[in-house]
């Protein structure tokens, strides 16, 4: 079992449409959680962080985790072509370094 | 602070020859990784740096590599007897703490031929 678990798509939504990307992981004992965005060709960008059961919302963006599930969750709400990209889930498990998913490649249609 | 940055932004070399790669972190970040990302797949952890010591190295990592970081400030990634299966993005990030999320730098695309 990959510590780290994300669909990789793609997934395809249309403008305006709320995008949701789903996370496993397989630690129980992880304490953070992070996303980030990955446009083609560049590096990862740091979008949200999660630290504690519910919800967190910034924006567009609400990052949603379930600790007795293993599950973290990104919505975007109001998605646009901008929007496309990969998006890796990542997890803090103890011992310090982010471990991160595959990612999920997100296109948003006009 | 410009964030992180790092040197050369690509790199093409010859099977067998050596490469070397500058990571210079955010200034007042302690904690400095080293990862690899091949197409498609997620950043895959390499080493890590509190200050200047090296405090894990991944079991992926052959004896052809070495990082360094000296005096606590940037870093360099070495790979020696270069393969093929070295082309990759070597990404370097840094951060505050152990909790915090990681700051990535623009990466190095190295191309081996």
């Known amino acids: 079992q990959k510590e780290v678990e994300q669909n990789s798509g793609p997934l395809s939504v249309p403008e305006g449409a709320i995008a949701s990307l789903n996370c496993t992981y397989s630690?129980?004992?992880?304490?953070?959680f992070f996303w980030y965005r990955q446009y083609s060709g560049k590096s990862p960008e740091l979008i949200m962080s999660?630290?504690?059961?519910g919800d967190k919302e910034d924006g567009r963006f609400t990052a949603q985790l379930n600790k007795a599930s293993q599950y973290v969750s990104l919505l975007i709400r109001d998605s646009q072509p901008s929007d496309s990209a990969t998006y890796l889930c990542?997890?803090?498990?103890?011992?310090?370094?982010?471990?991160f998913g595959q990612g999920t490649i997100l296109t948003v249609h006009p | 602070d410009t964030g992180v940055s790092q040197d050369p932004r690509h790199k093409i070399t010859k099977r067998g020859q050596n490469v070397t790669f500058r990571c210079d972190p955010i200034?007042?970040?302690?904690?400095l990784y080293w990862y690899r990302q091949t197409l498609g797949q997620g950043p895959e952890f390499l080493t890590y740096?509190?200050?200047?010591?090296?405090?894990?190295k991944s079991r992926l990592l052959s004896d052809r590599f070495s990082a360094e970081r000296p005096k606590g400030s940037f870093s360099t990634l070495e790979i020696q007897r270069t393969e093929q299966g070295d082309s990759a993005m070597y990404l370097c990030?840094?951060?505050?703490?152990?909790?915090?999320?990681?700051?990535f730098g623009s990466g190095t695309r190295l191309t081996v031929v």
């Open positions: 990030a840094s951060s505050y703490t152990q909790g915090d999320g990681y700051t």
């Open positions: 630690d129980r004992v992880s304490q953070s």
């Open positions: 999660i630290y504690s059961n």
């Open positions: 990542a997890v803090n498990p103890p011992g310090g370094k982010l471990t």
């Open positions: 200034s007042e970040h302690n904690r």
């Open positions: 740096f509190q200050n200047e010591a090296q405090l894990e």
